[in-house]
């Protein structure tokens, strides 16, 4: 069976640097879009950055310049590059996927990693 793994989160100043980890385990037939959401409390989950189907990075505006999604294919692993942190993005952080199973590679489904804690302290 499939599920996303992260690792990576912790505690930092503000204007340092995190790098996070999801990887997709399990029998896989391929995996489509990746990328990362936040959700700090009281607030809703949002999307801070992405590869859609075609392989394409987008970036939510409050983060673009400072993180970098990037990804590798052959460890099925997406990475979050976050450099400058600030105190506003302190928040848990997931992973999410759209995969095929090997088992039914005819169906897509989409998957959450755990969520890992990201704080940035002032």
């Known amino acids: 069976q499939v599920q996303l793994v992260e690792s990576g989160g912790g505690l930092v100043q503000a204007g340092g640097s995190l790098r996070l980890s999801c990887a997709a385990a399990?029998?896989?037939?391929?995996?489509?879009?990746m990328g990362w959401y936040r959700q700090a409390p009281g607030k809703q989950r949002e999307l801070v950055a992405a590869?859609?189907?075609?392989?394409?990075?987008t970036y939510a505006a409050s983060v673009k310049d400072r993180f970098t999604i990037s990804r590798d294919d052959a460890k099925n692993t997406v990475y979050l590059q976050m450099n400058s942190l600030k105190p506003e993005d302190t928040a848990v952080y997931y992973c999410?996927?759209?995969?095929?199973?090997?088992?039914?590679?005819?169906?897509?489904?989409?998957?959450w990693g755990q969520g890992t804690q990201v704080t940035v302290s002032s």
């Open positions: 999410n996927a759209e995969i095929r199973p090997l088992a039914t590679p005819e169906y897509t489904y989409a998957y």
């Open positions: 399990g029998s896989i037939f391929s995996i489509g879009a």
């Open positions: 590869f859609t189907g075609g392989g394409r990075a």
